[in-house]
């Protein structure tokens, strides 16, 4: 499996940002993929996941209500629509791929990464 991120950049506070991740290698449809970040200096994150299944959706709090995850299964790319960015954004964002469906409780993981993309979000 091979993942690329790309679509950061630069942003001031309240704009917006879309990432994509293209995947390539095996079935799309059979993963479910998911968003971390890494802020300077901190530990990767969870941000985003969505489902093979269902294209159902998981959001960690502090993105909730402004970023939005989707899925292409025929363009084999999941994307990140990022609103209303602030500061606390700026972070290295990877895309990864869970071979597992998401399920109540259990969280994500990744078992395939991409590169990241640098996301920077000046006041």
């Known amino acids: 499996v091979q993942l690329q991120a790309s679509g950061g950049g630069m942003a001031e506070t309240g704009k917006s940002l879309r990432l994509t991740c293209t995947f390539s290698?095996?079935?799309?449809?059979?993963?479910?993929m998911v968003w971390f970040r890494q802020a300077p200096g901190k530990e990767r994150e969870f941000v985003a996941a969505i489902n093979w299944s269902d294209s159902s959706t998981r959001y960690a709090d502090s993105v909730k209500g402004r970023f939005t995850i989707s899925r292409d299964n025929d363009k084999d790319t999941v994307y990140l629509q990022m609103n209303n960015l602030n500061s606390d954004d700026t972070a290295v964002y990877f895309c990864a791929a869970d071979t597992r469906r998401l399920a109540p409780g259990r969280s994500v993981r990744g078992d395939y990464w991409g590169r990241g993309t640098l996301v920077t979000v000046s006041s």
């Open positions: 290698g095996r079935t799309f449809g059979s993963y479910s």
